[in-house]
């Protein structure tokens, strides 16, 4: 038997240019750094926010000026990502606006923080819904389309705490531990679904599925950890200080890439060491 393998068509850097991405919680933190750095690479992108207009029309702004874009190639669109209702509408408009989609980048999410005893039962509910079933339900809208097309990739953003669990934040946890579950399932089932339709290149970019698990990142996210708590946690990291945005969004750039089409069902550790 000889194996053997065409060279990779691509190399990271060209390839995002005719792709749509929608990035949940793209206006701002974690999420605005990734949308920049897509748009960086050429894609058209469709930030995705909650309620807070004011910092998406800033965001907006912002890519005008350093990318100069023009003709809709950065859109916002509110929309709660805790209604499954809102996460197929979504899709639905993002499509109907750019035409495809290609990229998708599960990123908003919630914390709402109390120890197991404390918790209420709104408190384990919304964290649900935002940062596992609005993933569960924008995947299930966007698979289907990328699977047709024969390209897609989709990319969760999880966390160091679904790895480690941490006090206080039993939900947040456990959503961030089920996008595990959740990436390596759709990982199985894109690839299953892509081989069933005979649109299956083995050479091609295919459609992967991967999650992220960001360490502790600057961002509005960390503003109601007490300073003395946040020094602790810094003192654990052995890197000795927190993320960028930026530093994440370096690797959700890479899994987005053509030239990434290997890499599927996969956890990526951004977290300056905290966890290994
Ligand atoms: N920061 C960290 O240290 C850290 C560490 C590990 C993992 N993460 C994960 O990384 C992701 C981004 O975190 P971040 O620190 O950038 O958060 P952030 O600064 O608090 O921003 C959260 C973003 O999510 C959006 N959002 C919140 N609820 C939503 C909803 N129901 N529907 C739609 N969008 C919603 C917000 O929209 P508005 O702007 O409209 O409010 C905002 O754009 C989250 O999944 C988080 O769990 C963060």
């Known amino acids: 038997m000889t194996i053997t393998a065409p060279l990779a068509p691509t190399t990271v850097g060209q390839s995002l240019q005719d792709r749509v991405a929608l990035v949940t919680g793209g206006t701002r933190g974690i999420g605005a750094a990734i949308s920049r ?125 679904g790895e480690t669990g941490n006090i206080g934040q039993a939900n947040y946890a456990a959503t961030k531990s089920g996008l595990f579950g959740l990436t390596k399932t759709l990982a199985r089932e894109a690839a299953f679904q892509l081989a069933k339709s005979g649109r299956q290149d083995p050479y091609g970019p295919g459609v992967t599925v991967n999650a992220v698990t960001p360490g502790f990142i600057a961002t509005d996210m960390l503003e109601h950890i007490p300073a003395k708590v946040l020094d602790r946690i810094v003192g654990q990291v052995p890197l000795g200080r927190l993320g960028r945005p930026e530093e994440v969004a370096r690797l959700v750039r890479f899994l987005a890439d053509d030239a990434s089409a290997y890499i599927t069902g996969q956890v990526w550790g951004v977290n300056g060491g905290l966890d290994m």
């Open 37 to 161: 750095s897509l748009v960086g690479a050429g894609a058209t992108v469709a930030a995705a926010y909650a309620g807070n207009t004011i910092r998406a029309r800033d965001f907006l702004d912002e890519c005008r000026s350093e990318f100069g874009t023009e003709n809709e190639r950065v859109t916002a669109h509110q929309s709660d990502v805790g209604s499954a209702d809102h996460c197929r509408r979504l899709v639905a408009d993002v499509v109907e606006r750019h035409g495809r989609i290609d990229i998708l980048v599960n990123n908003a999410g919630i914390t709402i923080d109390r120890t197991a005893a404390r918790m209420t039962d709104d408190d384990w509910q919304q964290v649900l819904d935002v940062n596992l079933s609005g993933p569960f339900y924008l995947a299930q809208a966007a698979l289907g389309r990328m699977v047709e097309r024969g390209s897609g990739r989709i990319v969760m953003i999880s966390s160091v705490i």
